[in-house]
């Protein structure tokens, strides 16, 4: 590390953009601290002997003539135990120990602090003296959580005989455990951590095709629009139509190991709903808190917008480390928008010729390289890891046309449209599934046959099929009312219904509802078939809708979500079997052509 | 003695450009002495080198190339807070505008530090407001900010003052309460209402006001609700009050922010606005919540007109994207003689999930809320359909439906400016207008509710 003081020194001072002359010895991408607060920036422009800087702090305060120092490395972070269950800011500070400091406000200065050092973990050495390292074999392990057993691994590009390795013990990140020989004859010394440049890509062995889902426990994402672990998804939407409780959803029932939240501009007390729900919630697969497998980055929205747009690779290279140890990530981004909004801040402030709506030419190139940071992957190690990544998008004015939700929408799998006329209606989570689709249907198809059930594919088609159905249907209702409508499509509008009420609405906040198993979503969809079938039979035999709309049994189905517990999924079979009895008792009595006796009727309910 | 640069060498719009200057900081405050006898502030907004850009906050009419002086102060802007600001009334930039002289020890950076989300407190009590539509349907919390959307000539001033006046929370914390008011861009007339309200509901000296009139200095639209929100971090966190900020209206602001942003010649957004008008109007906005180490909290209820009634222009848009829900008002409704006229489906607050039901308001309130607004969704379409075909040949059930949309005008948003219901009278209006439908349309509502509630 070049720790010498270079002389540059600033000349321009605009928000977040500080430009610094007599800047030769200042590489492109470095980290820098500017002034003497010792401000942290970044170079993004070198130019003869001026810099330009991003500065990751508030630079209220700053003159011109004071000193930036170089760092000699890029913008990076400190990859080791302590991550988890805990809440950094954009470039990695971490908020406890700030918030420890004595003031709820967030003072700049604070200077490059990351992860503890001085915290004692229980290291168990598992590399002895001999054994040759390649780059990603693992030395060490620490129980970070008692979720996650964090592999120490050694780092990329390095690899060597062990000449020194310490014994098991409690020892803090700055301890060097391990000493290695290299090829070239000189000795690697290895912590309890590793640095990486957060622009810069994890290398993987290989990356691997896409195969199995990411399990979300939300209906309508794991039955219509699925997720694929190592797959990428973008939840666009207006204000207020459920991007953040989507995400939430996801971070806290998808069945990924480790969940990277990367709050991007958006509201303080949702991070503090995080850090005092998360804690408190079960995580049903492990049964320990949920905060144990989930790390926070917040750059709220009136945090540093230059820190807002590193929060982004600060993320994605946390959950690409501990992809390298062989874990399945989810990195939850909410919300993209702000991050391309924070490029584009700080790109006319850099007076660079805007394109589209006055984002820089380079947005969609940017985005395409984070969304390729996701991938199933072969690791170093020989291991299978993957990150997915879902991004939110909030749209100027809820339109889809505007260039952050296009571009996304070119990289992204799975594309969750979130409907502002859904959301008024409390219909939640308002994903349109007319306009929604998932890349990943045809991939996942296999799994979804071989793990759930033969025909869960087909259910899901025939499904959609009776909603487009509707769709069509509700535009004659629109024109004529529905009483004219045939009584065999009249079915189709109330089994729509039912599938909208009763299987695409899951309340975020029902304790039953929140989080539903596949095997619960595939026996609910039958039975909704069943009563597709059955109800569809008695009107070919000459049912009236009126009897066929039996309130009683569309009420069952309904509300068979909040009834039917994840543990007495039997009842659901018990339910298609009402289902069969009531209409068939039903088709029997018209066929006897003694139909229209009501009392003769309401006796078989 | 401070050094004083005597010239100057451009003025464009609110800006000064200055060169030569030895030492200055960011963001620093300056003093200008106009003829040798008017002092006007400013604030450095860009240096570039020797050369400096400041922006005036008075204006910059009666500024020449040299008939004026300008000297740095060495801070950045700062206003003078003690627990004597209740009462009080100030302009933009914190000088007192009510004849009296205002001091104080300890001065405060307005620009106002983020508040650590590790030092966040969710909050999670209600307000009963007393207006039917805002308790039943997007109840307000305790360190929330929830907007007003309106348009021009509704009575969005009405709804906040009535607010104001009927406010409680609920416990000890009342004794505890005052009111910060940012008023930026309003006209006299309404600044005035305002005033008469807060006098009418015996406030008045529970209330701190900043003011910056239509016709005041652009500049200081900029810095009133910053003034406006340190007065109420200061009341909030170390005097543990809680505070509820009313800013009006904050489409002047941005407008204020606008006309800056072009004389600076920066890259414009949508409809001209800098491309940091989202990050700007959150460093308002994020100043509301609760904290853990004070028992106060500030409340904001910002207040905007929509341009055109355009809820997708930049000012609404953005706002939603940052505040905790809005509270919109419709012409339709306020055209048919109702007040408040909100529009509950369009409307929303996102931490009421959290602050009502058993223990807070009552048990049935989630539920009921849920199936008044589906209901009130499907009235729409029965309107529009009745529209199409006629009213008489809509289905029996669609009939119903009808009647229930009018009843939920009438009998719950109707309630006019006097009237301050209680929780509990709302909450039995709503499921008196879903009386108008069958009891098996009540999908949303929990059986053992429906039981317990839906009497007749
Ligand atoms: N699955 C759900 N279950 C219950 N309520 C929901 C659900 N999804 C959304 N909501 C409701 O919608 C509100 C808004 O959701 P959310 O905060 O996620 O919106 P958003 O799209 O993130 O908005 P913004 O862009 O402004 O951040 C929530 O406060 C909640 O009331
Ligand atoms: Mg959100």
Known sequence: MNNEHSKAKIIYINGPVVKAENAEALKMREMVLIGRKKLIGEVVSVENENATLQVYEETSGLEWGEEVISTGKPLSVKLGPGILSNIFDGIERPLEQIYGMGSTFIPEGIGLISIDLNKPWETHITASVDDYLEEGSVYATV??????????????????????????????????????????????????YQEWPVRTPRPVRQKK???????????????????????????????????????????????????????????????????????????????????????????????????????????????????????????????????????????????????????????????????????????????????TIIGAVSPAGGDFSEPVTQNTKRVVSTFLALDKALAYSRHYPAINWHNSYSGYVSVLKDWYEENIAENMMELRAKILSILQEERKLLEIVKLVGE??????????????????????????????????????????????????????????????????????????????????????????????????????????????????????????? | MKLRYLKLDKIDGPLLFLSGVKQAFYDEMVDIVVEGNQHKKGRVVQINKDRVVIQVFEGTSGISLNNSSVAFSGSPMRIPLSKDVLGRVFNGIGDPIDGADFFAEQKYDISGRPINPVGRKYPRDYIQTGISSIDGLTTLIRGQKLPIFSGDGLPHNDVAAQIVKQAKISGDATANFAIVFAAMGIKHDEAEFFKRQFELSGVLNKVVMFVNLADDPIVERITTPRCALTAAEYLAFEHDMHILVIMTNMTSYAEALREISSAREEVPSRKGYPGYLYSDLASLYERAGMTKTSKGSITQIPILTMPNDDIAHPVPDLTGFITEGQIILSRELFQKNIYPPVNILPSLSRLMKD??????????????????????????????????????????????????????????????????????????????????????????????????????
């Not at chain 1, 039917?564 to 006897?592: A, C, G, R, T």
């Open chain 1, 143 to 192: 129980q970070e959580t008692s979720m996650i057993l964090h592999k120490l691994m050694v780092p990329p590009k390095t690899r060597g005989k062990v000449i020194f390795a310490e014994v098991d013990g409690r020892y803090n990140i700055e301890h060097i455990v391990i000493r290695l020989l290299n090829d070239e004859g000189e000795e690697v010394s290895l912590k309890l």
């Open chain 1, 209 to 387: 095709a896409i195969e199995k889902p990411l399990v979300t426990g939300q209906r309508v994402i794991d039955t219509f629009f699925p997720l694929a672990k190592g797959g990428t998804a973008a939840i666009p939407g207006g204000f207020g139509t459920g991007k953040t409780i989507t995400q939430h959803q996801l971070a806290k029932w998808s069945d990924a190991d480790m969940i990277v939240y990367i709050g991007c501009g958006e509201r303080g007390n949702e991070m503090t709903e995080v850090l005092e729900d998360f804690p408190k919630i079960i995580d049903p697969r492990s049964e320990k808190s949920l905060m144990e497998r989930t790390v926070l980055i917040a750059n709220t929205s009136n945090m540093p917008v230059a820190a807002r747009e590193a929060s982004i690779y600060t993320g994605i290279t946390i959950a690409e480390y501990y992809r390298d140890m062989g874990y399945h990530i989810a990195i939850m981004a909410d919300s993209t928008s702000r991050w391309a909004e924070a490029l584009r801040e700080i790109s006319g402030r850099l007076e660079e010729m805007p394109a589209e709506e006055g984002y820089p030419a380079y947005l969609p190139s940017r985005l395409a390289q984070f969304y390729e940071r996701a991938a199933y992957v072969e690791t170093l190690a020989g291991n299978e890891g993957s990150i």
């Open chain 1, 483 to 605: 009483d004219i409508l045939p009584d065999d499509q009249r079915l189709i509008l109330e089994i729509s219904k039912v599938i909208k009420v009763g299987y695409l609405q899951q309340s975020a906040y029902h304790k039953d509802d929140a989080n539903v198993s596949l095997s619960k979503q595939y026996k609910m969809l039958t039975v909704i078939d069943k009563l597709y079938e059955a109800a569809n039979r008695s009107i070919k035999e000459g049912v009236p809708i009126s009897k066929v709309k039996n309130e009683e049994i569309f009420y069952k189905i309904i509300t068979m979500k909040y009834k039917v517990s994840e543990e007495n999924l039997e009842l659901l079979d018990q339910l298609m079997q009402d289902i069969d009895e009531y209409y068939s008792s039903l088709e029997k009595m018209y066929k006897k052509g003694s139909g229209q006796n009501e009392a003769e009727i309401s006796e078989v309910r």
């Open chain 2, 355 to 456: 602050g009502i039901g058993e223990g807070f308001t009552r048990d049935d309130h989630p539920d009921l809320a849920n199936q008044v607004f589906s209901a009130y969704t499907h009235v729409q379409e029965v309107r529009a359909l009745a529209q199409v075909i006629g009213e008489e040949d809509i289905s029996d059930l669609d009939k119903k439906y009808l009647e229930l949309g009018r009843q939920f005008e009438s009998k719950l948003l109707n309630q006019g400016f006097e009237a301050n219901r209680s929780i509990e009278e709302t909450l039995n209006i709503m499921w008196e207008i879903l009386k108008a439908i069958p009891k098996g349309e009540l999908t949303r509502v929990k059986p053992e509710l429906i039981d317990k509630y839906y009497k007749g």
